[in-house]
């Protein structure tokens, strides 16, 4: 069965300073990528997607992720991050030609002011 | 306002009584999905629909029921429900292979 591994679970970072989130998963096949974010109290929502052509993404409020084929990864970065950043990110990873994706577990991130 | 909407947003029950969780969307998406939030294990998937009349299982179905009679609504029934189903219910829907899913605002179900 296809999994997402999100290695770090709790993130405590000062603002300012640079955000690199890990995912990865196991399937081999084609792959469709996601990052979610899901703020205090909310529902949540999409950062960025990865569907095909060039691997590094760009998404809202400054992220970006970029997918390594070779190394099954899609790692969420951001050169500064601010307190508003405070909030849970998913990662979430679909097999080419299906509509059901897989959640990693969630890393919360805190950011200090 | 166009959106997925849930209802009822908080909900304390009782153990051994049934409560249902409603979902509502209104793009007409084909695909929708419930999936329950439990710290330290992220979300996970109770119970999938790819149209109406058209649903299946996830990881965690046991001790709830869906129905999909309209495209639009997506209810999620805990016929008995119990302490272990105390959680966050997410409802999610999307266009499917081309699209992103779109969460709702969740349901905060507490069992007593």
């Known amino acids: 069965a296809q999994s997402v591994s999100q290695h770090n679970h709790h993130v405590i970072l000062s603002e300012a300073a640079s955000l690199e989130l890990g995912c990865n998963y196991s399937?081999?096949?084609?792959?469709?990528l996601f990052w979610y974010v899901q703020y205090p109290g909310q529902h949540l929502q999409l950062l960025l997607k990865?569907?095909?052509?060039?691997?590094l993404v760009k998404g809202i409020k400054g992220f970006e992720a970029e997918f390594i084929k070779s190394k099954f990864s899609f790692n969420l970065r951001k050169p500064s991050v601010q307190w508003s950043d405070t909030a849970e990110y998913f990662c979430?990873?679909?097999?080419?030609?299906?509509?059901?994706?897989?959640f990693g577990r969630g890393t919360s991130l805190i950011v200090h002011p | 306002d166009a959106g997925i909407t849930q209802s009822p947003r908080y909900k304390i029950t009782e153990t051994g009584r049934q409560v249902t969780l409603m979902c509502h969307q209104t793009?007409?998406?084909?695909?929708m999905f419930w999936y329950r939030q439990d710290l330290g294990h992220g979300l996970r998937l109770i119970y999938y629909?790819?149209?109406?009349?058209?649903?299946d299982k996830g990881e965690v179905p046991d001790g709830y029921v869906v129905s999909r009679s309209k495209t639009e609504n997506f209810p999620l029934t805990l016929e008995s429900a119990t302490r272990s189903q105390t959680s966050v219910y997410f409802c999610?829907?999307?266009?499917?292979?081309?699209?992103?899913?779109?969460f709702g605002p969740g349901t905060r179900l507490t069992v007593t």
């Open positions: 629909s790819a149209a109406a009349d058209i649903t």
């Open positions: 399937y081999g096949g084609t792959v469709n």
């Open positions: 999610a829907s999307s266009e499917g292979l081309a699209g992103e899913q779109y």
């Open positions: 979430a990873v679909r097999k080419g030609g299906s509509y059901i994706p897989t």
């Open positions: 990865y569907f095909s052509g060039d691997p």
């Open positions: 793009w007409s998406h084909s695909y």
